[in-house]
Nanobody
C-alpha cells in the first residue's frame, strides 16, 4: 500500500534552515506529482508547494517564494522541501501528499494519500 513518511522537522531559530524529506513507497513515485501542505497550530490546512512528476515544474504559495525549494529524487523515491530564512509563522505540521492526476503543465490535483506529518517549530 502507499506509504508517505515525512522526516526532518524540528526546532530552529528564526532565520535558520531545515530540509524536510518524504520517503514514498507502494507506488511508482516518478509517475505522480507531489505536494507539501502545512497546518499551523489552531489553523486550517495551507498549501505550500507542488512539484510535477518529473520535477521540471514547481509551484509555491506566495509566502514561501524565494525561501523554500521543493525537489524530488525519483531514483530514491523521495520528496524534499528545503526551507531557508525560516520565520515564526512557518511553524506548522508539514505533510507531504501524492496527487492522483497531473495536467499538461505538471500541476497535480486530487490528493489521494498523505503522510502523518513532521513538526517544524521556528522560535528563539
Amino acid at each position: 500500500q502507499v506509504q508517505l513518511v515525512e522526516s526532518g522537522g524540528g526546532l530552529v531559530q528564526p532565520g535558520g534552515s531545515l530540509r524536510l524529506s518524504c520517503a514514498a513507497s507502494g507506488f511508482t513515485f516518478s509517475n505522480y506529482p507531489m505536494t507539501w501542505v502545512r497546518q499551523a497550530p489552531g489553523k486550517g490546512l495551507e498549501w505550500v508547494s507542488d512539484i510535477s512528476s518529473g520535477g521540471d515544474n514547481t509551484y509555491y504559495t506566495d509566502s514561501v517564494k524565494g525561501r523554500f525549494t521543493i525537489s524530488r529524487d525519483n531514483a530514491k523515491n523521495t520528496l524534499y522541501l528545503q526551507m531557508n530564512s525560516l520565520k515564526p509563522e512557518d511553524t506548522a505540521l508539514y505533510y507531504c501528499a501524492k496527487f492522483l492526476y497531473e495536467n499538461s503543465k505538471g500541476r497535480g490535483w486530487c490528493m489521494d494519500n498523505w503522510g502523518k506529518g513532521t513538526l517544524v517549530t521556528v522560535s528563539s
